[in-house]
């Protein structure tokens, strides 16, 4: 029917717009859906200490099975979710089920392992924060020192007292924050005074090459040194090579996170690993 309007181009640029207001209404739609069906789920990627070889903490993050489409990551959701204002009760929802998982991996008898969340820039804002973790570790029973927040610089940055004051609230009660993909934002350094934040996780766009770029191990170095200055510690991002392990700790780097270690593993998956780890600690007889 719109042949001859196509011929400018003007239609043609029309009917993808339309197409992609379509598409993004049926994504804010099965959004719902999901949200309501429980197609969500939860990966969980360790963090390994580098001083003890351990891993003290794993990192959740959110996976979501379409019933048609099947599974989709938060690259493609969270964004979404974000500019519906869905990702304030998705938030919730995975503060909830961290919290959960983390409580049956202490009753599998892995007492130490904390877990980290991604809390999103717009969640932060939009969301009581302190209201929302306090009620899901007291429905657990889960000491709020193994909870940790994942925010990003861009939370930093706007430094405005509302963000402030949620923050002291959750360090009030214990929870730990870090910064995600370090290095990447507009930094504000204030917030790495006075323990307001106590982990950088380095950016993996500076651990990915940095075998063979200089630039980013001199990056990687400053960040590591100025964090262990502070005494704040660090956990490298998306390490996959053996000897990008060894450089990080060769560098006094905390932790390091990546598919060298393991990718995220979704909770079955994730137990059978604390337990393949754990045995390998065992002594040998
Ligand atoms: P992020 O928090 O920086 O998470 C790291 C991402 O890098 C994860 O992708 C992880 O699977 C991937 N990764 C880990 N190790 C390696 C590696 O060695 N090599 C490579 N190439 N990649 C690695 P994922 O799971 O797709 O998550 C992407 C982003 O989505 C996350 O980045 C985070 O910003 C966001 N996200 C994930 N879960 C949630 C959530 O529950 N809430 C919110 N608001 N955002 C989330
Ligand atoms: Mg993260
Ligand atoms: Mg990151
Ligand atoms: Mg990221």
Known sequence: ?????????????????????????????????????????????????????????A???????????????????IPVAESSGLIVQIGQW??????????????????????????????????????????????YLLPANKLELEI??????????????????????????????????????????NLEVETLKIDQSFVKNCLTDEQDRAIINAIVQMANSLQLKTVAEGVEEEEVADFLKSIRCGAGQGFYWSKPLNSDEFIAFLYAQNNSYMPKI
């Open 1 to 57: 029917h719109s042949k001859h309007l196509g011929r400018n181009g003007f239609n043609f640029y029309n009917e993808a717009l339309n197409k992609n207001l379509q598409e993004h209404m049926e994504l804010v739609s099965d959004l719902h859906k999901a949200l309501e069906g429980g197609q969500f789920f939860l990966c969980y990627q360790p963090k390994f200490d580098f001083l003890t070889g351990e891993i003290n903490s």
């Open 59 to 77: 990192e959740a993050l959110i996976r979501w099975n379409h019933p048609q489409k099947g599974v989709i990551g938060p690259d493609v959701f």
């Open 94 to 139: 995975v503060i909830d089920a961290a919290c959960e998982q983390c409580k049956k991996w202490q009753e599998f008898g892995f007492y130490t392992l904390g877990v980290s969340v991604n809390v999103s820039a717009v969640q932060f804002q939009r969301d009581n924060l302190e209201i929302v973790v306090e009620k899901s570790l007291s429905n």
């Open 152 to 193: 990003t610089e861009t939370v930093l940055v706007s430094d405005t007292d509302i963000v402030k004051e949620k923050m002291a609230k959750l360090r009030a009660l214990g929870v730990k924050f870090s910064i995600d993909d370090f290095g990447t934002g507009y930094s504000n350094l204030n917030y790495l005074k």
